[in-house]
Each structure stands twice: as structure tokens, then as C-alpha cells.
T-cell receptor
Framework: DAGVTQSPTHLIKTRGQQVTLRCSPKSGHDTVSWYQQALGQGPQFIFQYYEEEERQRGNFPDRFSGHQFPNYSSELNVNALLLGDSALYLC?????????????FGSGTRLTVV | QKEVEQNSGPLSVPEGAIASLNCTYSDRGSQSFFWYRQYSGKSPELIMSIYSNGDKEDGRFTAQLNKASQYVSLLIRDSQPSDSATYLCAVRWNFGNEKLTFGTGTRLTIIP
């Protein structure tokens, strides 16, 4: 039973560049949420996708965008990278459009902006 | 702004003792509460969820919820060195708001 898979695991980008992170949810899950976790902090909600639409968004600028595909997989895109975007990016999935039972997290993508 | 607060620690507990982790939240209408464990460099792992006032036990873990006082706690009995990790409290605010809001986490160290 595959859990949540994310790619790549590590990424180094230069300030001003663009990056795309990918996520495949756990089997049976149709809702994907993206979180940013800075060192020593709790995860911060970026946005959530359900039925191929962005359903809810946190306090992140428009440089952060996403997409969900018909197979429920998702991408997170970040444009015009800043040094402060360096963080662990976590994808979390849940079933039925709900988070009532909590999320299952992927192993994350460590993004370093230099 | 709705907030989740945790004591950042670090919290040090001798092996075999009870570790007690606490979390408070700002919205009285919150629906669901979760504890996640996160080992250094790894992703969070769900260990407990609780929805009603009172205690919920699962093995060595007990979650306690008091909605009137707006706090949720996690007790770890017979602490083991493998319990050393950061513990994150997460709250789902209300029906229809499907995001989880996390605290900053409490770092727990079990001393052999």
C-alpha cells in the first residue's frame, strides 16, 4: 500500500528561479494539502486541493500556486524564489475531501534557495 | 488569528517515566485535535486523534481533551529513547474548514 510520495527529495535552486514539486496521494485519498515547514517551526498551510480545484488557501503570496490532476496527484509551483522560501515542503493527503481523521504526510521535499 | 500554542521545550524525561505534552488553542469551536510525532529530518507521523472531551488511550499514549479550557495534552507512559522526537499539536477549527493548524512543536528527549 503506497503512502504519500513526493519528488524530488532534495532540491537546490538559485534566487529568482522557479520550482515545481510533485505529490502522489495515498491510495484511496482524493484531497491534497501542501505545507511549508521552516527549521524549528510547525508546518504552515499553503493550500488544499480537492476535485481539481484549490479549495482553501493560507497566507502565502501568489508566487505559490498549485494544481491537482484527475488522478488526484498534485504539483506545487513557486515562482521568483526567495532565500526565505528555503524549507521542507510537505504534501499531505486525506480521504473524502475531509481532514476529520488527520492527514498522511509524505516524506517531504527539502528546498534550498541560494 | 486562530492559534495553536505549545511549549517549545526542550522537555527532558528519564526513561520509564511519564512524559506530558501540552497544547492550547484559541478557537472554542474547534472540532478535531491531533498529535503528530516528527523525528529529526523526517515528516510528521499521526499518533493520536481526539474529538470529544475526556481521555483516549492507545497503547502507551493517552490524549486528553478539555474543550472548556481549550487545551489538549498527550501523555506518554513508560517513555523509551525511541520516543525522543518533536511532538506537534494540530487543530481542525470547524466543519467546512478542512485545513489543520499546527503548533510549533515540543522537542522531547528521553534520557536513558
Amino acid at each position: 500500500d503506497a503512502g504519500v510520495t513526493q519528488s524530488p527529495t532534495h532540491l537546490i535552486k538559485t534566487r529568482g528561479q522557479q520550482v515545481t514539486l510533485r505529490c502522489s496521494p495515498k491510495s484511496g485519498h482524493d484531497t491534497v494539502s501542501w505545507y511549508q515547514q521552516a527549521l524549528g517551526q510547525g508546518p504552515q498551510f499553503i493550500f488544499q486541493y480537492y476535485e481539481e480545484e484549490e479549495r482553501q488557501r493560507g497566507n502565502f503570496p501568489d508566487r505559490f500556486s498549485g494544481h491537482q490532476f484527475p488522478n488526484y496527484s498534485s504539483e506545487l509551483n513557486v515562482n521568483a524564489l526567495l532565500l526565505g522560501d528555503s524549507a521542507l515542503y510537505l504534501c499531505a493527503s486525506s480521504p473524502g475531501g475531509l481532514s476529520s481523521y488527520g492527514y498522511t504526510f509524505g516524506s517531504g521535499t527539502r528546498l534550498t534557495v541560494v | 488569528q486562530k492559534e495553536v500554542e505549545q511549549n517549545s521545550g526542550p522537555l527532558s524525561v528519564p526513561e520509564g517515566a511519564i512524559a506530558s505534552l501540552n497544547c492550547t488553542y484559541s478557537d472554542r469551536g474547534s472540532q478535531s485535535f491531533f498529535w503528530y510525532r516528527q523525528y529529526s529530518g523526517k515528516s510528521p507521523e499521526l499518533i493520536m486523534s481526539i474529538y470529544s472531551n475526556g481521555d483516549k488511550e492507545d497503547g502507551r499514549f493517552t490524549a486528553q481533551l478539555n474543550k472548556a479550557s481549550q487545551y489538549v495534552s498527550l501523555l506518554i507512559r513508560d517513555s523509551q529513547p525511541s520516543d525522543s522526537a518533536t511532538y506537534l499539536c494540530a487543530v481542525r477549527w470547524n466543519f467546512g474548514n478542512e485545513k489543520l493548524t499546527f503548533g510549533t512543536g515540543t522537542r522531547l528527549t528521553i534520557i536513558p
